[in-house]
């Protein structure tokens, strides 16, 4: 069991990813294939896929965070000291943390009003409350993983070590 957690905490945002990315593909080249050859499309397979890309953006976030994988500079920081960048990696995990924490509040109160009034997508008849509930999801993800990578920051910090660089999203 302790395998199977270690590994969906290692590679779950990168499975959900693929699985998305590829749903994605799939979905948008059916469609052109409907569209050109057999001049017919649907209106689910551009809402499934535009919805399907909202929820890769969110936990594809989530991933960045995990793998420090974000936009940054850093020149600065290979040159401060390891305890200085591994305060600023803390600094920068605080201040994610604290956005997150924002965003995943405001995000609950619009999922749970369409929840509450019912709102459905036209073409899809599904609840919206599904496509609105991507956001919470995706920043309780980055709130979990900034919370592991603050408490390795702080392991950083206290043992003087250089913190960790990082990793790819897919090598």
Known sequence: MKKLLASIDRNGERWLLLVLYVYIVAVIFIEVVR?????????????????????LVWIGAAAAVRDRAHIRIDVLLQLMRPRLRAAMFLLGDLLMGLFAIVVFYFSVKFFMTAIQFGSVIEGLRVMRAW?????????????LRVAQSIILDLSALRAGHAPRAGRRLFD
């Open 35 to 55: 569209r050109f050859v057999f001049n017919y499309s649907s209106i689910w397979g551009e809402e499934t896929a535009r919805y399907a890309f909202i929820y």
């Open 131 to 143: 496509v609105l509930f991507a956001v919470p999801f995706g920043f309780a993800l980055v709130l």
